[in-house]
Nanobody, 117 residues
Framework: QVQLVESGGGLVQPGGSLRLSCAAS????????LSWYRQAPGKEREFVAR????????TYADSVKGRFTISRENADNLVYLQMNKLKPEDTAVYYC??????????WGHGTQVTVSS
């Protein structure tokens, strides 16, 4: 069974940085990408960043371009989201997600990021 566990969230001041981690287990070649999504209070869940497991191409939401960086380790069992120049509007629960070739999505339980002074 695919399992995703997020960590690294916390409270940070505007302009600060955090690095989120997603530890993945049970992945096969069917899971072609790992992504970060977030959901703020009163808002729907939105896409943040994606990295392809094979090749390493990345995609970012316009709202985080230039500030966030998604990366992975060579073993592809850890995916990171480096978040710099954080803004209050970045406050949300951040979720790790993977998609497979059968259109099945697997989600972690999320980690809270709060940007506030």
């Amino acid at each position: 069974q695919v399992q995703l566990v997020e960590s690294g969230g916390g409270l940070v001041q505007p302009g600060g940085s955090l690095r989120l981690s997603c530890a993945a287990s049970g992945l096969t070649f069917s899971q072609y990408a790992l992504s970060w999504y977030r959901q703020a209070p009163g808002k729907e869940r939105e896409f943040v960043a994606r990295i392809w497991r094979f090749g390493g191409s990345t995609t970012y939401a316009d709202s985080v371009k230039g500030r966030f960086t998604i990366s992975r380790e060579n073993a592809d069992n850890l995916v990171y989201l480096q978040m710099n120049k954080l803004k209050p509007e970045d406050t949300a629960v951040y979720y790790c997600k993977t998609s497979d070739l059968y259109n099945v999505e697997y989600w972690g339980h999320g980690t809270q990021v709060t940007v506030s002074s």
